[in-house]
């Protein structure tokens, strides 16, 4: 497609406004969206679930009315001619339609078919797309044996069948691991490069906005903010800086957050990562209590720094009520060094294909310890055997001071778990699922009043109990489900993707909530795709294709790729190297 000389605006957004009835509630998923997009670029909506993004790309693909306002998508009105917005766009929603059962081509084949592509043009057509996703040689795998970053590149080639003006899509990178994530920004690179296609890209990971050229910050039908990714991050210039002290990094973060001036404060390897409303760190004699051998250092700006430092602008003018801070339950007498968790030469096998291979670590009482990989690495079946719901083909495994393969019930009495999809009972309140979940772990009469009340409290609950569980805001379900899973005070707790989705204040409680547990004893095993988080981590392991490839503190592992070109590399550049130099190792055997 040669390049447009058109420079007006491949989207204008105008006063744009949608409404949803929910039960009694009215909610507003968009609030007055004013916004421009420009020709072959990248325009990034950036939110957490719920933000309004997902109602805004079907509002623009023609397949949603607004209630007011006006959308012109490509010089058209598409409240007066949605199909022919439709027919100059591609739209990849966030549960693309693969068939699971067909094969690579034959999906490919059925959205030709449906997009009414000429048989003449298909050829090179196909060509072009599976070289570009790397599919070429899996045209004859089925669907749904794919990984995940490779069903999502299938999803974006089956949309690209019909070459398009108009890129929308939704999410495309969710649940994908970082690898998978690079390498589908490379196909939006080639795409608005190469191709000059306009592409609106929205997405949770606030790391990718700075790969757009604009971005709209959306928040609960809003928009906070819109322009280029830098000058949102130069707006935080000089406002961040590195502490260090001997306290300990989540005791220090503790401290920290409560700081006076302080906007953010996260953990970031050994050191915790803050950011102030003044130009000049905390005056460590001023704090209260006095950190002992407090010290700081400037960091650089992030775009994530900007967007918290309006959401907090925002919670403020809303004033919520403050997260509890007794977030555990009262700590026992325990010994850190104590090893809760025993794997030794855990293997899992489906048949001929092996899942997990040789697999083996100890994980300490009070410790959080991820597991991180590629979609397709293992974790999710290492996962479900350490819950006892999946039986290992070969090894040990010891959980809790239990043999796993001959006393799996008593062990999963001492587990809390927290699924990465909301799991619990959408249909019943949350008053109900709280008493539902406590009499399932064996509380009745005062203990379970009490620990139902306790979750109430602790989780601000309370203005929310006769809400049905399916209608509460994500940030709400995610307190809920954490909750139900802590309210047998379980001796360790196991996390599967526990913050996808939600906004960067909610993940920040969440973690305030995990550190505080593991301080008093209860051992935390996670699974995540945000690599910031693996920061949080005592140690972790990184997986491929079943097998562990390295493991250790997260300092440690990213201490292993620095090089003089990467003198500072983050958690997701050494799960990158990482993985990379394991494909190269296993290519060049």
């Not at 495994?397 to 006393?407: S, T, Y």
């Amino acid at each position: 497609m040669p390049p447009r000389s058109d420079t007006t605006p491949a989207l204008r957004l105008d006063d744009v406004r949608r409404s949803f009835r929910t039960g009694e509630r009215i909610v507003t998923a968009l609030d007055g969206i004013t916004a421009t997009a420009a020709r072959g670029a990248v325009t990034g909506l950036i939110g957490p679930d719920g933000a309004g993004k997902t109602t805004l790309m079907r509002v623009i693909a023609g397949v949603l009315r607004a209630d007011s306002g006006r959308t012109d998508v490509l010089g058209i009105d598409v409240a007066r001619d949605p199909l022919g917005v439709q027919a100059r766009l591609g739209y990849m929603p966030q549960r693309f339609g693969l068939y699971e059962d067909l094969s690579v081509q034959e999906n490919l084949d059925l959205y030709a078919d449906l997009q009414g592509v000429p048989m003449a043009e298909r050829k090179e057509r196909y060509g072009e797309l599976l070289h570009m996703t790397g599919l070429g040689p899996f045209t004859a795998r089925m669907a749904g044996r794919l990984s995940g970053g490779m069903k999502q590149k299938l999803g974006l080639a089956c949309t690209l069948v019909h070459p398009p003006e108009l890129l929308l899509l939704d999410e495309p990178t969710v649940g994908v691991d970082p690898v998978s994530r690079r390498e589908l920004w490379e196909i939006i690179d080639h795409l608005t490069r190469n191709a000059h296609v306009t592409v609106l890209f929205s997405t949770a990971y606030l790391d990718e906005a700075e790969r757009c050229d604009v971005v709209l910050l959306l928040h609960e039908g809003r928009l906070l903010g819109s322009g280029p990714p830098a000058t949102f991050t130069a707006e935080m210039t000089g406002h961040c800086f590195f502490a260090t002290a001997s306290l300990g990094r989540r005791r220090l973060q503790t401290q920290l957050a409560r700081a006076p001036g302080m906007i953010d404060a996260v953990i970031q390897g050994s050191r915790v990562r803050v950011v102030t409303s003044a130009t000049e760190p905390p005056n460590p004699e001023q704090m209260n209590p006095r950190v002992p051998d407090l010290a700081f250092t400037p960091a650089l700006p992030r775009f994530e720094d900007s967007f918290v430092a309006r959401l907090r602008e925002r919670a403020a003018e809303t004033a919520p009520a403050a997260a509890a801070e007794a977030l555990a339950p009262p700590p026992a007498a325990w010994t850190p060094a104590q090893d809760v968790i025993a794997v030794q030469h855990l293997a899992r096998r489906f048949g001929a294909f092996v899942a997990v291979n040789d697999v083996s670590f100890t994980v300490a009482r009070g410790e959080i310890f991820g597991l991180l990989g590629a979609n397709g690495a293992g974790k999710s079946t290492t996962f479900r055997m350490l819950c006892g719901l999946l039986p290992p083909s070969e090894g040990t495994l010891q959980v809790a001071g239990f043999d796993l393969r001959k006393a799996a019930a008593p062990a999963r009495g001492r587990i809390g778990y927290m699924a990465q999809r909301f799991s619990l009972y959408g249909d019943l309140s949350v008053r109900q699922n709280l008493n539902f979940f406590s009499s399932a772990y064996r509380l009745f009469g005062a203990r379970q009043r009490e620990r139902i009340a306790w979750a109430e409290k602790e989780f601000g609950l309370g203005p929310m109990l006769d809400a049905t569980a399916r209608d509460l805001p994500l940030g709400f379900k995610q307190r809920l489900a954490l909750a139900c899973a802590l309210m047998h005070e379980p001796e360790i707790l196991f996390l599967d993707e526990p913050t996808s989705g939600v906004d960067p204040l909610a993940r920040r409680e969440f973690w305030r909530r995990i550190n505080a547990l593991a301080e008093v004893g209860v051992t935390v095993l996670v699974t995540t795709h945000f690599m910031e988080e693996a920061e949080y981590c005592d140690r972790l392991v990184i997986m491929a294709q079943g097998s562990v490839l390295a493991t250790g503190e997260p300092e440690a592992i990213k201490a292993s790729v620095r090089t003089a070109e990467r003198p500072d590399p983050t958690m997701e550049d050494a799960f990158i190297a990482v993985i990379e130099a394991a494909a190269a190792l296993a290519e060049a055997a």
